[in-house]
């Protein structure tokens, strides 16, 4: 019972997190203001939180966990490309759940890209469970070389998603397969 309290507290701490992003803008949102915007004291927020970047390092874990539990085994005899495809575009529709506080925090990117510098190695945790996700091999430097490329398609087409506003995410779709058709020729070109 003690886990799921927990767990609600994180959750509840990143909505309202992103409340004030959409607000205030991310780059102006203080722990204090979230501590008090969620009713908890600033010690209880240190409790569960190292800093803002630990709010964003959740709300992409709870992306990761909903991504893996919607898309289940995958249908039989699927390539890999259509594998990752479907395990990218299910992340993209979950990320339709915070969109508006998703975009403010990467609009505040821009105002302060060390930011998302910080965020990208948390990021590419997140691609490797995409990776797994899709059942592709993720041993060795070819591993590693996978997830660096598939951190920057996700990058390049979370441009496209933010301005996707659509209920089909086609224009989404359309910049993820174009994305994973040149990275699949890049990677038949290196033996990857």
């Not at 909505?15 to 780059?27: F, I, K, P, R, T």
Request: hydrophobic share 45%.
């Amino acid at each position: 019972m003690a886990a799921k309290a927990k767990k609600n507290i994180k959750e509840n701490v990143v909505d309202h997190a992103l409340a004030l992003a959409v607000e205030q803008g991310w780059e102006r949102v203080t722990l204090r203001s979230v501590a008090e915007k969620t009713g908890l004291s600033l010690a209880e927020l240190h409790e569960h939180f190292e800093d803002k970047t630990d709010i964003l390092v959740t709300l992409g874990r709870m992306i990761d966990r909903q991504v893996l539990d919607n898309i289940g085994d995958g249908e039989e005899g699927a390539s890999k490309r259509d594998r990752l495809f479907d395990v990218l575009m299910e992340r993209y529709e979950v990320l339709n759940n915070y969109r508006e506080g998703i975009c403010a925090v990467l609009d505040s990117f821009l105002c302060d890209p060390k930011q998302a510098v910080i965020g990208l190695p948390h990021l590419a945790r997140s691609m490797s469970w995409m990776l797994e996700a899709a059942g592709m091999d993720m041993g060795g430097i070819k591993g590693a070389v996978k997830v660096a490329g598939l951190t920057g398609v996700y990058l390049k087409v979370l441009k496209t998603w933010k301005e996707d506003e659509s209920k089909d995410l086609a224009k989404t779709m359309a910049a993820l397969d174009k994305a994973l058709g040149r990275i699949e020729k890049f990677a038949g070109f290196c033996g990857l």
